[in-house]
């Protein structure tokens, strides 16, 4: 019940501005930019969030093509102290960041006058990188992507609508196919003792998997442009 009040608040939040449409067409034209993020009202927390940890931009190089381009950037860190001051204290620290850039073009077509349907195709650029350190007395290891984290390279086509509620707001849904090419990171271990640091590599190597993926977004998009 809480998930669709939080839905049903935000739709009322937005028909105002739908009639303040004016006549006439109300999509965006050439030189027209499209800034978009996500809001997720049937997740778990039913917050509000990046889509895919997102923020994207279109910018209408002419009335029906756009250059769109999305920047994402996470970062989690996690940390815990014992608390104890003799020889038994010891620290840890757990950090994790990715970052995506997934630069591409997108159709626009007639639809109808608040309608806009789209499909398009980008690149999926992505990495992810870890780090994990343990103190203790004269003790200190630092392991680097434990847990096989990667790079990513692939190729992204999608289909969506957007829906324009006034001229310079729309909300829509997108479904997207993704091919993707990914390299295991492996795992680079630092141990120091008494001051003396070895250091353990994984043998060289490269490792890669791929896979074709689907997705239906579970976000209802809200953008707006300028």
Known sequence: ???????????????????TAQEGSIKPAKGALLLETGLAPFSEEGS????????????????????RVGLGFQSTSLSEDNGLDDEEWMKGKASATQISFT??????FPGTEKLSPY????LILATESSRTTIEAEDYKQVVKNEGGLTGTFGLGVFSGFNYYLAKTLYVGVEINVALH?????????????????ETTEPPKGKVRNTEFKTACNPFIRIGWSF
């Open 48 to 67: 509000v969030q990046l889509q895919e940890g997102q923020i994207r931009g279109v910018y209408m190089m002419s009335d029906k093509v756009g250059l």
């Open 119 to 122: 499909i398009g195709a980008e």
């Open 103 to 108: 630069p591409g073009l997108v159709r626009f």
């Open 181 to 197: 090419s990914k390299s295991p990171k492996h795992a680079i271990t630092e141990t120091t003792v008494d001051g003396d640091t």
């Open 1 to 19: 019940m809480m998930k669709k009040n939080v839905l049903l608040t935000v739709l009322y939040m937005l028909l105002p501005l739908a009639a």
